[in-house]
C-alpha cells in the first residue's frame, strides 16, 4: 500500500523568511508520480507540480522549489522568501496505479 | 473558461435527508473524482468515473452514490445511509486515468455540506 507523511502538521514563519515542507512517500512501484497541492483558505486545490519517478531533477519556478530524493523517498518543497499569500495548507501526492493517494498536509502561516 | 465547477458553495440539510452536490467540467476531460476533506485530515476518495456511464467505489463509498451520464459532469448524492456527511467536498477531473499512474487531478473549488 502506498503512503504519504507530512509530518510537519503546522508551520508558522515571518514573511521573507525560507521555509521547506517535508514529504516522505512509500511505494513498492519503480513507476510513481509526485504531486504537490496548495490549498488557500478559499479551500480550492491548487496543481503546483507533477514529477515522476524517473526525474530526479530538482526543479526550480519562482520562489518555489523541489527536491526529489528517491534514496530517502522525500520530496520536499521549499518557498522561498515567504510571502503573505503563500499562507496556505499545502499536500503532498502519491500516484503509483491511476489513484492519488494524499498526504494529511502541512498548515503554513505567513505572518507579517 | 475552462475549469471545474461545482454547486452550491454552501448546503445545509437535516438529518435523515439526501442531498445531491454538482460537478461540471468543461476541461474535456474522461476521468472525474469525488473527495471529502475533514479537518486537519487529506483527502479520501469515495468514487471516481474513468468514462461516461461507468464508475468506481473509493476508499469510503458507503453512504454514498453518483452519476456519470455525461462526459462533463459527475453528481455525488449524499444518503441518508451516511452516517457523518457533515465535510467539505472536492471534485476533481483529469484528462484520463493511465496504468503508470494517473494525469494531473485539477480541483473545484469545493462544497461545504453541514447536517443540522
Known amino acids: 500500500a502506498q503512503k504519504v507523511t507530512q509530518a510537519q502538521t503546522e508551520i508558522s514563519v515571518v514573511e521573507k523568511e525560507d521555509v521547506t515542507l517535508d514529504c516522505v512517500y512509500e511505494?513498492?512501484?519503480?513507476?510513481?508520480?509526485l504531486f504537490w497541492y496548495k490549498q488557500p483558505p478559499s479551500g480550492e486545490l491548487v496543481f503546483l507540480i507533477r514529477r515522476n519517478s524517473f526525474d530526479e531533477q530538482n526543479e526550480i519556478s519562482g520562489r518555489y522549489s523541489w527536491n526529489f530524493q528517491k534514496s530517502t523517498s522525500s520530496f520536499n518543497f521549499t518557498i522561498t522568501a515567504s510571502q503573505v499569500v503563500d499562507s496556505a495548507v499545502y499536500f503532498c501526492?502519491?500516484?503509483?496505479?491511476?489513484?492519488?493517494?494524499f498526504g494529511k498536509g502541512t498548515k503554513l502561516t505567513v505572518n507579517p | 473558461d475552462g475549469g471545474i465547477t461545482q454547486s452550491p458553495k454552501y448546503l445545509f440539510r437535516k438529518e435523515g435527508q439526501n442531498v445531491t452536490l454538482s460537478c461540471e467540467q468543461n476541461l474535456n476531460h474522461d476521468a472525474m473524482y469525488w473527495y471529502r476533506q475533514d479537518p486537519g485530515q487529506g483527502l479520501r476518495l469515495i468514487y471516481y468515473s474513468q468514462i461516461v456511464n461507468d464508475f468506481q467505489k473509493g476508499d469510503i463509498a458507503e453512504g454514498y452514490s453518483v452519476s456519470r451520464e455525461k462526459k462533463e459532469s459527475f453528481p455525488l448524492t449524499v444518503t441518508s445511509a451516511q452516517k457523518n456527511p457533515t465535510a467539505f467536498y472536492l471534485c476533481?477531473?483529469?484528462?484520463?486515468?493511465?496504468?503508470?499512474?494517473?494525469?494531473?487531478?485539477?480541483f473545484g473549488p469545493g462544497t461545504r455540506l453541514t447536517v443540522l
Open positions: 511505494t513498492r512501484d519503480t513507476t510513481y508520480y
Open positions: 501526492a502519491l500516484s503509483e496505479a491511476r489513484l492519488v493517494v
Open positions: 476533481a477531473s483529469s484528462i484520463g486515468m493511465t496504468s503508470g499512474g494517473t494525469d494531473t487531478q485539477y
